[in-house]
């Protein structure tokens, strides 16, 4: 799984951006790669981060050996797997990273509640004699572990550039006038992409200098009613003084009146006329008539 850091060096070593430097970390020795310099600005940007030192760049040992892992990780995850089902627990294997110094393997798994794997955990160590260290992860950990592309055509971002998963919201979606079909707006993890955050405090800011959805106005052409804010283009939906429908530029307002709620109202159906009851035909004495309904007409006579 990826993390960003801020590494320290040995002595003077300086690392170009882009270089495969191996480095220690908390887990043990770690192959990765270097962004950029830890100044005050790319600082500002993670949140606790980690810790670790570089301690060389990467040699051709180092890519054979890694590829001897990459193999063996293959079939430790088959044997994994293997024992998991043996076991009957409950759970479901996601991902296995054996570390690059050897000193664990980590084992990544879904599951509803609290699962008990020390047995599982005696017999992989038994097996790989090394460290065995379980963790449980969510869809979205998921997701960055094993995913490759969004719909975008471009790498996941939480599998490059995202140092922690942001809360998403479909509120976030609605403001940005964003499709609400979830099939569209839903990442790899089957959640609200990440992406529906990057814009949204820009989107706050820009709405706040437009009229809420409600507002009673005044423009250089009269009164209106708000109906719907173009947040992007600055422009407005309003409701004219004659019942018109017009589309006008922000800065055309004047003066708002009353602000508006903010929110939408709700079309009402139209009241239909009541229909009267239907009266039952009478005859000349009061009474209620048979026959067709049609109080012109007689019932037929049967008395001879």
């Known amino acids: 799984m990826r993390h960003l850091g801020v590494f320290s060096t040995r002595g003077n070593d300086a690392y170009p951006r882009a270089a495969s430097v191996i480095a220690r970390t908390t887990r043990g020795l770690e192959l990765g790669e270097v962004l950029c310099e830890a100044d005050e600005h790319a600082l500002e940007s993670l949140h606790e981060p980690k810790t670790g030192q570089i301690l060389r760049l990467q040699t ?17 995850h088959e044997i994994c797997q293997r024992r998991i089902t043996e076991l009957g627990l409950e759970m479901r294997l996601v991902d296995l990273e054996h570390m690059y110094g050897g000193e664990r393997i980590v084992v990544y798994y879904l599951a509803e509640g609290r699962i008990d794997f020390r047995q599982l955990v005696k017999d992989l160590a038994k097996e790989f004699q090394t460290r065995i260290e379980m963790r449980q992860i969510g869809v979205r950990d998921e997701a960055k ?67 809420p959805v409600g507002s009673e106005i005044i423009t250089n052409k009269g009164k209106g009613k708000v109906l719907a804010q173009e947040i992007l283009s600055a422009r407005l939906l309003i409701m004219t003084e004659d019942n018109r429908r017009v589309t006008i530029e922000a800065a055309d307002v ?21 229909t009267p009851p239907l009266e039952k035909p009478t005859n000349g004495n009061g009474e209620t008539s048979a026959g067709n309904g049609n109080p012109d007409v007689s019932p037929p006579n049967n008395n001879p």
């Open 60 to 76: 051709e040992d180092d890519s054979h050996e890694l590829r001897r892992l990459l193999e063996q990780e293959q079939s430790e």
């Open 254 to 274: 004047l003066t708002v009146v009353q602000r508006g709620s903010g929110r939408r109202e709700k079309r009402r159906p139209a009241d239909r006329p009541s």
């Open 145 to 211: 572990l094993l995913a490759d592309y969004g719909d975008c055509g471009k790498p996941v971002c939480c599998n490059t550039h995202l140092s922690e998963m942001p809360p998403v919201s479909m509120r976030m979606a609605k403001l940005q006038k964003a499709t609400l079909d979830p099939s569209k707006i839903s990442g790899r993890c089957g959640r609200l992409k990440c992406c529906l955050r990057y814009e949204y405090e820009t989107y706050q800011e820009l709405q706040k200098d437009l009229p």
